[in-house]
């Protein structure tokens, strides 16, 4: 990409990846030059959203790497791995270097894609992990990418990029601040990222990592899994230390932004509708921190700084995005879960999904979901996407006390359907309408602003309709 001037708590929207050759030869899935057919209508039509990064665009040679997984698994399928796609210029156009993804007759895969694209990726689908360069970030904000259950009749998907790294965002607001940087130490500034089940591990190489003072920001990417506990700043020649009261627990695709003040100033695929995932706030606004340094650069003693809280999950109760099923059933009440959901791979983000799989023999609360030990939350909206079929819709219990409870049904959800959509309050659970998303992820949106939520007992239920069948996935239960 060109080089960054802002990066934002935003999404990429409306790339197009064609992920296959037009022709095959022989018997056997393999590799095909598609350059060299149907006039290189092969190709990946990208585009940027502006609030991504502010003023950015693709530029010449910017690649991603595009892997074929196994249905429902996270090995190679037919050694389709580290697939590069370039683009020549600014268009947003890639087209694959040497050869594309193709699938024949009843073949069934998974497929995952990153960027930026790195030719040391292998068949072990890990990449390596370096942010001790801050100078470009669009070189190293890590994305990926996955859709699944692609066939050789498939001729568009969807696929959505999550960040996986850590971003630290600073505000700078004083006078004379023409020489600033901020530095973290005591951080690994290298690791690896396994593509396949979504895992980020930390290095073992522990650096300082530096930044400078632009348009009035700062900003480092990081490598999740370790505690930042202090940044450093040098204010026109003069240090000076922020320590944390509670060091931060630095998570992927989260963003922790902190305010300071200085001084006292065919047979072609076709995956669509290809977007990054806002990054996730992860320290909530704790107000302006004063740095001890007057305008100068002097020593003013300056106010205690303003701690920050640490960050909280997003998750509506332990195991809701179903990474861990243990503590997704754990938390269930004492009629815990329907034998018929039942844990999967085929994921909306991460490697876990719930899949409803069967014919209910009446209206059923597949879980009831309770509310987690300590928990004081504010909830205003519950999010959670869907993907599949179903004979009936589905219906939504919020609960404010014992048996008290918001019923919010879904109704009827197609492959038309707008996402997010949003449902309110009903006066009762029913199941009219059906379900058949299209083979996409459909984000559903619960508006609860009007709703009290439970401080004990059970806080969210989700049932289905009797007598019909479902085939339908469920994933990334959160609140806001």
């Known amino acids: 990409m060109k080089n960054v001037t802002k990066l934002a708590s935003t999404a990429m929207a409306g790339a197009l990846i064609l992920l296959s050759g037009c022709c095959r030869t022989g018997d056997k899935s393999g590799v095909v030059n598609p350059l060299d057919e149907r006039d290189g209508s092969f190709y990946i039509n990208a585009s940027i959203n502006p609030l991504r990064m502010a003023d950015d665009a693709w530029a010449g040679g910017d690649a991603l790497g595009v892997f074929a997984l196994e249905k429902g698994a996270n090995t190679l399928f037919g050694d389709f ?85 850590a971003l630290l965002n600073l505000t700078m607001t004083g006078n004379n601040l023409t020489n600033v940087t901020a530095s973290v130490d005591g951080l690994k500034t290298d690791g690896s990222y396994n593509i396949a089940t979504d895992e980020v591990t930390p290095g073992n190489t522990t650096g300082k990592t530096t930044a400078a003072l632009k348009d009035g920001m700062i900003r480092m990417i ?5 505690e930042l506990k202090a940044i450093t700043f040098s204010i026109n020649g003069k240090e000076v230390t922020h320590t944390f009261d509670t060091p931060v627990a630095l998570q992927k695709g989260y963003k922790y932004s902190l305010k300071f003040e200085v001084g006292s100033a065919g047979e072609t695929l076709k995956i669509s ?73 085929d994921a909306h983000s991460g490697s876990a999904a719930m899949h409803i799989k069967g014919t209910p023999a009446k209206n059923d609360y597949v879980f009831t979901a309770t509310v987690p ?11 959670l996407f869907i993907k599949g079929t179903a004979g009936k819709s589905l219906s939504f219990n919020v609960y404010s006390g014992d048996k008290v409870y918001k019923a919010f049904n879904l109704g009827d959800v ?14 009762n659970n029913q199941y009219g309408g059906t379900i058949d998303t299209g083979g996409e992820w459909k984000e559903i949106v619960i508006d609860c602003s009007d709703a009290e939520i439970a401080t004990s007992g059970d806080l969210f239920a989700l049932k289905v309709g009797k007598e019909v069948a479902y085939d339908l996935l469920v994933d990334d239960i959160t609140f806001e």
């Open 414 to 427: 197609t492959a038309e359907t707008a996402s997010p959509y949003p449902i309110s309050v009903a006066t």
């Open 222 to 226: 990081l490598v999740p899994g370790q």
């Open 81 to 165: 791995a580290n697939v590069k796609y370039t683009t020549p210029d600014v268009s947003g156009k890639f087209v694959a270097a040497d050869g594309g993804i193709v699938l024949k007759g009843s073949e069934t895969a998974d497929i995952v894609a990153y960027y930026p694209y790195n030719s040391a990726v292998g068949k072990d689908l890990v990449y390596p992990i370096n942010v001790a360069d801050q100078t470009d970030l669009s070189k190293i904000d890590l994305l990926r990418g996955k859709t699944s259950n692609i066939t050789a009749e498939t001729k568009e998907a969807q696929m959505a990029f999550d960040h996986k790294l």
């Open 373 to 383: 030990s300590g928990s004081t939350m504010n909830v205003t909206k519950i999010r």
């Open 273 to 345: 509708s290809t977007n990054i995932n806002p990054w996730t706030e992860g320290i909530t606004d704790g107000g302006t921190i004063t740095l001890p340094l007057d305008e100068t650069g002097g020593e003013t003693g300056g106010e205690e700084p303003t701690p920050e809280p640490t960050p909280t999950s997003k998750l509506l109760f332990p195991g809701s995005d179903f990474e861990d099923w243990d503590a997704f059933t754990a938390g269930l009440n004492n009629f815990g879960l329907k034998n018929y959901a039942v844990e999967s791979t």
